[in-house]
């Protein structure tokens, strides 16, 4: 079973540490105290607290869309290369690259500091794990 230290449940859940211990004593987050008296979190239940307060930003204007991995953010770079564009969106603490033919970026009107959408189809998600004996 995976557990996590307040730090590191904080900063996956993009909250302070203080947020998390606050969520502690009040029930919100089930903890125990490890042997040295500090709280560790069990991950499955981290988990339902990250899905549960993973709240998609409402996006004036935006349609409906069948996929789910959908990420608002800010376009913070876009550099062209010939037919092609590679833009940088920054959405909350996600760095999200797009490469797309520049003809694309110019209909959509893509510059530094238009609000985008980045959608990731769940064919093309790559996962990755921490190697074993680094997290216990």
Do not use: C, K
């Amino acid at each position: 079973m995976t557990h996590y230290r307040v730090s590191e449940a904080a900063a996956l859940l993009g909250v302070s540490d203080d947020t998390v211990r606050r969520w502690i004593d009040a029930g919100r987050l089930p903890a125990v105290r490890d042997h040295a008296g500090r709280w560790q979190l069990v991950g499955r239940d981290l988990a339902e607290v990250a899905q549960a307060e993973a709240v998609p930003p409402e996006v004036p204007g935006m349609p409906a869309s069948s996929s789910g991995n959908r990420m608002a953010g800010i376009v913070t770079r876009v550099d062209r290369d010939g037919l092609l564009a590679r833009v940088e969106i920054q959405a909350g603490p996600f760095r999200v690259v797009s490469v797309m033919a520049a003809e694309v970026v110019d209909e959509l009107g893509l510059e530094p500091g238009s609000l985008a959408v980045a959608s990731v189809p769940s064919t093309h998600v790559t996962v990755e794990v921490p190697r074993r004996g680094s997290r216990g």
